[in-house]
């Protein structure tokens, strides 16, 4: 029997990933170049081209929301995205929501409810509470539950981080931050 | 002198220490590390449960773009295996011969200049191999089986003489799937040679444990491995061992010569990292007509893999649950085609306090009594087994608040009698006594120059909160404030401590660190106490005391003087010592050693019309002894239950019965708990300080999780009239 592994099928020899593709965007308001082959994420490009290994990656397949950044003002996978296809635009990452050296309140408010254990899905939490915020869906506990569930947390900080998104929401969400 | 009069600020819900760095990205976890010159690497794993390799053709591969070696079992060296460790054996050493164990096994390491090259080269490898038919379940008559694994079956009294002068008898079969841990962080190994000097970032919980293996399968000297786990994006037992990618990763470094990564992918974490095995358990229990138990019997079978171990008693927790006469206790492990399994958060109590407390909410049933009462009755004044008093026992206590929390009393005590429109609200709930575990440790403390301290050791914080706890018990043993306290953690070559596993590590390594602070300020104080100079010069000890940042008079804190002040006249940059735990004896102690305990209520609503299982809330009460952060221990033990609700409704690993291969290895598929399944959860700490451990703690990091499955299990069948006893309990179930 011949098997071959439990992979997708092999890219031709002449796959044109293996091509270079110059990117032009915004990374957290800097103007960046990346030149990489053409199947490089926009995940892999922030932390491993652009040394922004704050965005986590979980899974890779759009499953867990890790990775979640903003690309021109929306919370979008990374991991699902090309870098290629972020030509022109803006994109934020977690070493990006600071102010002036401050943290953004959601950044406090993680903490201030411990909002985590391990860690690694926190980046991809926060960047989507901002984003709830800024999309108006943080009204109501069922919503903030609702609207947050593409974000898994693995340590399960589930009731802390509604708490914590609960609070920037009652403080008006610190319009002038985001 | 005493350290401290006794210890207030402990307990403090202080933020986390490390909270800063995680909320902005700034932590580095092992995925984050690169190193100059690095190259990257992807696994082939094998495509058959059982059999050989036949042919393995490397040559495509190997011509890539940017590949710079693929490692098979032609050419990796012949490695030793790890050493023993107290969960068994070592994994096998990888790529060490043509035989396939499971489906998934590792059978080629690319190695690339890039990651998406070396993943397309990955594609290129073609094997061929020679299938056998692979043993996939316990019923297989070619299984090999192993009777009583760990020598913790037990025998009380006579179980069939209890059983026979029972009134009233439950005899049932439980089955728990295999679960699989999925941390959210990818395992990742980085791992860089320089000569004989190896370093390694690894998702390890354990780097001590990794850094023995490593210089024992390689032939160097523990001295010159390193290995560093200082964040980990979440274990619940994955990262307890020193799996074979490890140890490829390593291989590949030293083949090509340049620091090699290596990340999981999230279809990999399911066959490579371990998973909690499932088992099938048998319970029966007798009691009178006065609902006291006179027997309990527990048998389990669990899949273990072909050539390695796994610590799952499934049934052993259920001699010392409750007072009972006639015990009987049996775990057997069968071997399979399956990748190795591994603890999970709680390994065998989650599985086994399943079955017995399912079968106590039966017994209740039975005898028609309040399951509350039915466990009050038969409560363990003393250990079963050893006849001894707790070191700490506060079950009663967790019953009683969460009975009244929950509001347990307004309980109806008919199945199936409330209802709120199409929904069938059920409450149920189950008692969880843990066992105690420690290992020895040991912990260095460090007064700086600039007046503060460093705690250092090689254990890790898994997100259990061990760097704030250690922060704060140092700082307030050596009355700092907590800025002026750092901890580093997770590097082998600092002082050894265990794992972070098994509900250990906050007592044993505090425990050391509370050692290193009472030597540190004993060394202080011999400095003080000859030194004219100082303020405290021949000051007795018993009157000097750690205030302030420095050393104090007792009841005269203007006389004293800080540890920078110490340090700087006796022209030291610093001064360190070296602290030590070792666990208790029980038999020294005249006392059982008590794990954590804890009481779950649960109430769930069940659709009636579409089986769905909704759990609505959960009280949960827990005796941790000491706690030395409210707030992170409160998130230990949300979490698990948080894990409990998965394994009860969601969690189910499923392997396609014909070729071994997990069919459901993507988190789209494996379904954990979002936000919207989680409702809200009331949580409540009790008890006392634990009179066997130095610092009266006991770990909370699995009892959270042991005894939800069985409460929601519980509720389901009050709420509906059907008894579940499979997991997870799923709509089909129900219709
Ligand atoms: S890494 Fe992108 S969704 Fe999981
Ligand atoms: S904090 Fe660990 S996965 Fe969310």
Redesign the pocket.
Known sequence: MTSTPDVPPAPPQSDPGAAEITTAFTVNGTPRTVGADTRVTLLDALRDRLGLTGTKK?CDQGACG?CTVHVDGRRVLACLMLAAQCDGREVTTIEGLSREGRPHPMQDAFVRHDG???????PG?IMSAVALLREGRAGTDEDIREFMSGN??????YPNVVAAIKDVAREGGDHAHL | MSTAEDLPVLGAPVDRVDGPLKVTGQAPYPSDVDLPGQAHAALVQSTIAAGRITDLDTTEAEKAPGVLAVLTHHTVPRLPRGPMTSLGVSPPAPLQDDRIRHHGQHVALVVAESREQATAAARLVRVEYAPADPVLDFDDPRAVSVDDPWGLDSHRGDVDAGLASADVTVDAVYTTPDNTNN???LFSTLAAWEGERLTVYDATQWPAMVRETLAEVFGVPEVSVRVLSPFL??GFGAGLRAWPHVILAVQAARDVGRPVKLVLTRPQMFTSVGHRPKGVQRVRLGATADATLVAIEHHSTSLLAVEDDDYEPFAAGSAVAYACPHVVTADRQVRANVPAPVSMRAPAHAQGNFALESAMDELACALDVDPLELRLRNHADVHPALGLPWSSNALRECYAVGAERFGWSRRPARPRSRRDGHWLVGQGMAGVSYPWYQAPSLARVTVTADGGATVASSGMDI?TGTYTVLTQLCAHLLGLPLEQVRSDLGDSDLPEAPQAGGSGLTSALGSAVADACERLLGALLELVRDDPESPLHGSDPEDVVAAGGGLRRRGDPGRGETYAAILARHGRPQLGADGASTPAQPTELGMALAGAFGAHFAEVRVDEDLGLVRVSRVTTVIDGGRILNEKTARSQVIGGVIGGIGMAVFEDTITDPTTGRIANATFGDYLVPVHADVPDLDVTFVGEPDRASALGVKGVGEVGLVGVAAAIANAVHHATGVRVRSLPITLDALL
């Open positions: 979980g890790a985590f254990q391990c860690g690694y899905c926190t939490q898994l947390c693995r340590c399960a900080a | 941390p959210l962080g994006g979440g997100g």
